[in-house]
């Protein structure tokens, strides 16, 4: 079977040496050695100042949510992973949707500033596929309104705009190291922050709310990442290379074999290459029902990243006319290490009788 993503492994015995390294010391979890080492490459590896690592990319966002004090309503993507909208829900705090670009596939800053209530209190934007929001717009508006900004860049890992880490911009950025993301550490994710008053705070949060004195200082959670977690994202780290490599030119295979009536994503001159996921834009939804079924049948199963819009779910209205046309003709190919480029062609001979 040929998935749309594969969880990438890493030398098997690299693993083990930090297994037995875990077992000689005995700390399982707590802010152990190796997940300080992965906070500290990762910050080296991203260019950013502060890595918090959690639990997962979930955990991420509800920590920032509570570490801003957003509440009341926020402003946000439809089209985006369930995630991005159901962790608003769970902090009780209300997602408005504003409506998303046709071409970038993220929320079109145009639209923003009518959403704007005396209730809202954030724009949490998405990096939809790794492409880098309007970010500059965006905090026009959040410094006019006094909003706080918090990315959800579970796809973003890595992507630079304007020559620096798309990480920087916002109050916080949050990422997912879920298994079948670009970088992973099995379950996991991190926040990322400029700021050293966020990162504290941060910090004691996903600990049950002890600050660095031992006392309670605010209500916390436990979303620390454990050390198992940790070893796998120190060798995936050290494989990055490799693994870019590969995607990058899977995704050159894509584009060689692909029909000129499939769309791409429109991604601005000034970022670097997104390797994450490989979504098309198909020319309606019965061509892309059609190409899934036709590949269902050579047991290629490529993912409907993201359907339904997320209006739909969670505020039944349906409000987004764009992210729901979208959403119906957004297919995500197969993507990842070590992919065997006969597929590409054939999913891509497979699109083009239909397409
Ligand atoms: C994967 C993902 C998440 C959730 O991350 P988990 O680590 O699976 O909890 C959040 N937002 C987006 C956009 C994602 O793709």
Redesign the pocket.
Same mark, same amino acid.
């Given at each position: 079977m040929i998935p749309v993503t594969k969880p990438y492994l890493p030398d098997q015995s690299k693993y083990q040496a930090y297994v037995g390294k875990i077992f000689d010391s005995g700390q399982l979890t707590n802010n152990g050695p190796l997940v300080n080492a992965l906070e500290q490459r990762l910050c080296s590896y991203l260019g950013v100042k502060h890595v918090i690592c959690v639990a997962? %990319? !979930? /955990? =991420? /966002?509800q920590v920032a949510y509570k570490a801003l004090e957003i509440e009341g309503e926020a402003i946000t993507t439809p089209f !985006? @992973?369930a =995630? &991005?909208s159901s &962790?608003l829900v769970w902090e009780g705090i209300k997602p408005i949707y504003s409506d998303i670009d046709a071409d970038t596939f993220n929320l079109d800053p145009a639209l923003i500033e009518s959403h704007v209530s005396c209730k809202t209190s954030a724009i949490i934007p998405?990096h939809?596929f790794g492409n880098p929001c309007n970010v500059e717009e965006i905090r026009n508006i959040a410094n006019k309104y006094g909003l706080k900004v918090i990315y959800?860049a579970?796809?973003a890992f890595g992507v630079r705009y304007k020559g620096e880490s798309i990480l920087k911009y916002g109050d916080m950025s949050?990422l !997912? @190291?879920?298994a &079948?993301?670009l970088f992973h550490t099995i379950? %996991? %994710?991190a926040i990322i922050t400029g700021c050293d008053k966020y990162a504290e705070k941060v910090r004691d949060i996903i600990n049950f709310g002890i600050s660095k004195s031992g006392s309670i200082g605010c209500i916390g959670t436990n979303a620390k990442m454990n050390e198992f977690e940790a070893a796998m994202g120190l060798c995936v780290l050290d494989d990055m290379e490799k693994i870019i490599k590969s995607r990058k030119s899977i995704i050159k295979e894509y584009i060689k074999h692909l029909p000129s009536s499939v769309k791409f994503q429109k991604v601005d001159d000034d970022t670097s290459d997104l390797i994450s996921y490989f979504p098309i834009l198909l020319s309606s939804e019965s061509a892309l029902l059609e190409i899934v079924s036709k590949l269902a049948a050579e047991n290629i199963i490529p993912r409907r990243y993201f359907y339904p819009s997320l209006d739909v779910i969670y505020d039944k209205m349906g409000v987004c006319d764009i992210s729901n046309e979208i959403s119906r003709r957004i297919l995500c190919l197969p993507l990842y290490y070590g992919l065997d480029k006969k597929y590409v062609k054939t999913i891509a001979d497979i699109i083009k009788q239909v397409n």
């Open positions: 997962n %990319g !979930s /955990l =991420a /966002l !985006s @992973f =995630a &991005t &962790t998405v939809v959800d579970a796809h949050t !997912s @190291f879920h &079948t993301k379950e %996991g %994710g």
